[in-house]
């Protein structure tokens, strides 16, 4: 699986006044019509059971202008995540990156047991351009971060 690569997305949510979050790349859009999005959450994240208890979330999909808050909100643990980062609050209440390529406030609809993971299909509220300058997310591939290259793939002949 290290091999296919996805977006790195900040999932995010907030219980008590405390914010929580982890990071994912098991995230896509799901429909139109109604807009929305699947994502995948380990179970054994800490993150899991608040964000199942809000029944809200965010999701922001970090460029690759901001790969050391992706290092650090990677590594840290807890509210200390969102250190360092401005966040915006939308509808749902969900944390926001201020800094995301885009950003969605989510309302969570179903949950299905995907093993090891929660998939849970979350119902698009709001959709944020917060950094129209972001053109470029930020990808998972071979346990690393990467970024994504905006010259069009050479076709083989």
Not at 17 to 43: D, F, R, Y
């Amino acid at each position: 699986m290290q091999r296919f690569a996805g977006p790195v997305t900040a999932i995010t949510t907030i219980e008590d006044g405390v914010p929580s979050g982890l990071m994912a790349t098991a995230v896509c859009s799901l429909s139109a019509e109604p807009p929305s999005l699947i994502v995948c959450i380990n179970k054994s994240a800490s993150a899991h059971d608040v964000i199942m208890r809000q029944r809200f979330l965010g999701v922001s999909v970090i460029p690759d202008t901001l790969l050391a808050f992706a290092d650090h909100f990677a590594r840290a643990k807890g509210a200390d995540r969102f250190e360092g980062a401005l966040w915006s609050f939308q509808e749902t209440g969900a944390p926001l990156l201020a800094g995301a390529s885009v950003a969605f406030d989510c309302r969570i609809s179903a949950t299905h047991d995907g093993f090891s993971h929660t998939i849970v299909v979350a119902m698009i509220h709001d959709i944020l351009l917060p950094n129209k300058n972001a053109d470029r997310c930020l990808l998972w591939h071979r346990k690393g971060f990467v970024s994504l290259s905006t010259q069009p793939a050479s076709q083989e002949e």
